[in-house]
């Protein structure tokens, strides 16, 4: 188990180190657009908050469509809208990621709040760290389709496909939790079901809780200050 709420986990030497070429001082932040009604939306605005107090940080979110589209804007969040396609949870920005990854690739290092946001950074190889929720399985377990339609937030069939395309989905969760240069949950409980579902090594998995400290964002070269 971790031995604090600032445990810091050990690096994934499969990947390229932080701080390459690209747009320097910048980090992208991809998760649910600050201020909107998804559920991690408050952590993308907590995390954006402290980032920025450490150097300038663009935010990068997904809109389902059929064209797999990469738009950008200089006002408001985010900054960066990438097209997505739903089959997966964890698959729908893999397709543009990969057609857009000279532009994406611009970006030297990157931040991910739930891992479902990873797969655009992934696909374009650009190096980046998680800040986990909790897993695919457990978010299915904790909803239904019904709670879905009375939230207001659809009609509860993208559940459905994603329970049944659930084997899929956690096979690219695992791949892009081994495919990041640093992994940290929000808490001990959703460490332990990382380790647990992915068998992902537990040195390699750390725990940030609420609100994440300008110390822990430096400690592991995610910070924009560095090159």
Known sequence: MAPSST???SASR????LGADGLRG???LAGATPGDAAGNANSTQVLLSALEELGETHTVSHQTSLVPFYRTRRVG???VLLGTQPFSIHGEALLPGWLHRRRLHRYSRGWVVNSRY???LYAAGVPYAIWEATTTRDELRASDREAVRRSGRGTGIG?????ALLPVGERIEGRLYRGAAVLVAMSEYT???MIETHRVPPARVGVLAHPPSRRFLGSR???SSET
């Open 7 to 9: 445990f810091v986990p």
């Open 14 to 17: 499969d990947v390229t180190p």
């Open 26 to 28: 910048v980090v992208l």
């Open 77 to 79: 969040a985010p900054n």
């Open 118 to 120: 990873a797969g655009g």
């Open 159 to 163: 559940r459905v496909v994603h329970e």
């Open 191 to 193: 460490r332990r079901l």
């Open 221 to 223: 070269g995610m910070n």
